[in-house]
């Protein structure tokens, strides 16, 4: 069953809604604007895209809702997580929804995992710091984390490291992490960039499962459209910093009203060959 809120017209309810986003950077890194007013909705039970080539701005659209940003840089516009600005949140308060309300997932798996603690360890220490579990209550959420992504035999797993895992099974793994407390939105970061492409299509199957059975608002940034087209229910493309087009996946990828977005198809290999 999904946890999806409708409306009572069943239109699925914005649990994040990003309003004219402008991010500027400090001089050190050469005053510039990244972000010239970004609109986004993203909706319980949804995988929401985000595209663009390399530099658009995806990830620091991502970074700006957890607050992660380089030293002094400034941000306009609004981020409502179910109608609380982030962009106004004292850092502390700030500090206290990352991680829980909203998590992230990146491309390379070692970002998230700690290379010489166990993988109970780290779990157990991330619901024993943000749930306030204790440390039986703690293993035990961990072993069922562990199973809703599938990683095999839980419980030995937890007394395992990070290198005895392959590539997918990190991510596997660090979703768990992303999801230990529950969070209403999770943005996940190119997360099969990284990974084999018979191991993609595993962990973007489980992002789909874990979308609809939790009612996760998924923000899913990849440049690659392959993935865009078979994960994702809406689509936004940006370029230099600008969204310039969303909609439903099927009408962005096959008919697109940006030229932009025509060019980026266009450039998908096997396009143009007959
Ligand atoms: N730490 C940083 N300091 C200064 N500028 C940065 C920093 N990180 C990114 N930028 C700049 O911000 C802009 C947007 O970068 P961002 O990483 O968000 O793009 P992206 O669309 O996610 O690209 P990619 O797909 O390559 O990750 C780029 O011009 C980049 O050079």
Redesign the pocket.
Request: charged share 15%.
């Given at each position: 069953m999904t946890t999806t809120e409708t409306t009572a017209t069943g239109k699925a309810v914005e649990v994040l809604r990003i309003d004219g986003l402008t991010l500027d950077?400090p001089a050190e890194?050469?005053a510039h604007r990244?972000l010239h007013g970004i609109d986004l909705a993203l909706r319980p039970g949804r995988i929401h895209g985000l595209a663009?080539?390399?530099?658009?701005?995806?990830?620091?659209?991502g970074l700006a809702v957890l607050g992660l940003l380089?030293d002094g840089a400034r941000t306009g516009g609004r981020i409502r997580l179910d109608g609380t600005d982030l962009l106004t949140l004292p850092p502390r308060q700030l500090g206290a929804l990352r991680g829980r309300a909203v998590s992230m997932v990146f491309q390379d798996p070692s970002t998230s995992l700690h290379p010489m603690l166990s993988i109970g360890h780290q779990l157990t220490d991330h619901l024993r710091h943000h749930r306030k579990l204790d440390r039986k209550a703690a293993r035990a959420r961990a072993v069922e984390l562990l199973g809703q992504v599938r990683i095999p035999n839980p419980a030995a797993a937890l007394r395992s490291y990070p290198h005895q895992f392959s590539g997918g099974m990190r991510q596997r793994i660090a979703i768990a992490i992303a999801l230990a407390c529950d969070p209403q939105v999770l943005i996940a970061d190119?997360p099969t960039t990284a990974l084999d492409v018979t191991v993609q299509a595993g962990v973007l199957r489980l992002l789909r499962r874990l979308c609809d059975e939790l009612g996760l608002a998924v923000l899913l940034?990849t440049?690659d459209l392959g993935v865009m087209s078979a994960l994702a229910d809406s689509v936004s493309v940006?370029r230099r910093?600008r969204v310039v087009e969303t909609g439903p996946r099927g009408q962005v990828l096959t008919a697109p009203r940006h030229e932009y977005t025509r060019t980026l198809l266009d450039a998908l290999p096997g396009r143009n060959t007959p």
């Open positions: 950077l890194h050469g990244i663009g080539e390399s530099g658009s701005g995806k990830t620091m659209t380089p190119e940034i440049h940006m910093g």
